[in-house]
């Protein structure tokens, strides 16, 4: 469960947005807060990262997903979103258990900047350990590549993170998002109408 309403926030976005962004390929799972159990037999070996994508599985529901019913794979992408309860852990345990378990890229993103810093981090493996990812500095946001995604992920000027795409540079949306876009283009393309009426022009211009 999550601890604020500020982390289901980025917890929902990344899932969603991500769920997005891969939803035409069949074998990308995007999931979070869901059991992932790693060994057969072992109801105790199991972690419920925030969000994560798993690379060459059937993309359908779950309630819980089970390593050794999937070929083996785990995830390739763990983003965990840091609070006061899991900061620890996240930096500690999970961190050594999922370069154990061969996620080859784990980042982590504390939204109140209260106990990461900075409060955006990126690691990935190399060998058995993580290495950071560099972060670079770019119109007023840091950004961290995830090679596993093809994503860049980018800490705010204002502390927020978002996914965003690096051969567009555009930011990926959530449904909400979405959605909100979509009402104010249609606002806008009412305003021109009604102007272009009014100067008796042709609005099947717009």
Not at 71 to 79: A, Q
Not at 115 to 125: A, D, E, N, T, W
Not at 140 to 158: F, M, W
């Amino acid at each position: 469960m999550t601890e604020s309403d500020i982390t289901r926030d980025y917890l929902i976005y990344s899932i969603e947005a991500l769920d997005r962004y891969f939803q035409a390929a069949a074998n990308v799972y995007v999931s979070g807060n869901l059991f992932i159990y790693y060994e057969q037999g072992n109801p105790r070996a199991v972690v419920s990262p925030d969000v994560f994508v798993i690379f060459g599985v059937e993309k359908k529901k779950r309630s819980s997903y089970k390593t050794w019913e999937e070929g083996g794979k785990v995830p390739d992408f763990i983003l965990e979103i840091t609070s006061r309860t899991t900061a620890s852990e996240d930096r500690g345990l999970k961190k050594g258990l999922y370069a154990y378990l061969g996620v080859r890229e784990y980042f982590q993103y504390d939204p109140t900047a209260d106990y990461l810093r900075p409060s955006l981090q990126g690691f990935r493996l190399m060998g058995e350990n993580y290495a950071p990812i560099a972060a670079a500095p770019h119109d007023h946001r840091i950004i961290i590549p995830a090679e596993t995604l093809g994503l860049d992920l980018c800490l705010e000027a204002d502390g927020a993170m978002t996914f965003h795409d690096p051969q567009t540079g555009a930011k990926l949306l959530s449904p909400r998002e979405l959605d909100e876009a979509r009402r104010q283009a249609e606002q806008r393309a009412e305003r021109l109408a009604a102007k272009l009426k009014a100067l008796g022009l042709d609005t099947d211009l717009i």
